[in-house]
C-alpha cells in the first residue's frame, strides 16, 4: 500500500510541478474522465493556502454529508447535481457556481453523469 500511495503522491508532485513550470492552455473537461459507478479526482494545485481539483461523478453517485474548516467553490462543468448545503437544496447544472461556506454541513449527490472543479481556499 505504501509503494502504491508513494506513486500517486509522485504522480500528484508531477502535474502540480509540470502546471507551475510554464503555462498551458488546458481543456478541464478533458483532464477528467469517467468511471462507471465511481468518483474519479485529479488534483491540480495543492497548496498551504488551497487546492484546486476535478472531480467526475457517475450518475447516482455522491458524497455524503459533512463539513469543511474551509470555503469551498463548486463550478459545475458538465451533468447535473444536487447539493445540499445546511439542509438545503440546490439544483446546478453546467456553468453553474456555488460557494459552500466553511464549517456548513453539505452533500452532493450526481443527477447524471457529472464533472465539477472544486476550489478550496484555506486562508
Same mark, same amino acid.
Given at each position: 500500500? #505504501?509503494?502504491?500511495?508513494? &506513486? ?8 502540480? *510541478?509540470?502546471?507551475?513550470?510554464? @503555462?498551458?492552455?488546458l481543456?478541464?473537461?478533458?483532464? *477528467?474522465n ?6 474519479? =479526482?485529479?488534483?491540480? &494545485? ?7 481539483t476535478?472531480?467526475? #461523478? ?14 469551498a ?11 445540499? &448545503? =445546511?439542509?438545503?437544496?440546490y ?9 459552500? @461556506?466553511?464549517?456548513e ?8 453523469k #457529472?464533472?465539477?472543479l ?6
Open positions: 500500500m #505504501f509503494a502504491k500511495n508513494n &506513486i500517486r503522491a509522485q504522480e500528484k508532485l508531477k502535474m502540480v *510541478i509540470q502546471m507551475s513550470e510554464s @503555462p498551458k492552455v481543456k478541464l473537461k478533458d483532464m *477528467i469517467y468511471q462507471k459507478d465511481s468518483v474519479v =479526482s485529479r488534483t491540480i &494545485i495543492d497548496k498551504e493556502t488551497g487546492t484546486v476535478l472531480f467526475a #461523478f457517475d450518475k447516482g453517485q455522491g458524497l455524503s454529508e459533512h463539513t469543511a474548516p474551509y470555503d467553490m463548486v463550478y459545475v462543468m458538465d451533468g447535473e447535481v444536487e447539493i445540499t &448545503i =445546511s439542509g438545503k437544496p439544483h446546478l447544472k453546467e456553468e453553474d457556481m456555488i460557494v459552500m @461556506p466553511a464549517n454541513p453539505h452533500a452532493l449527490k450526481a443527477l447524471s #457529472f464533472k465539477m472544486l476550489v478550496m481556499v484555506r486562508d
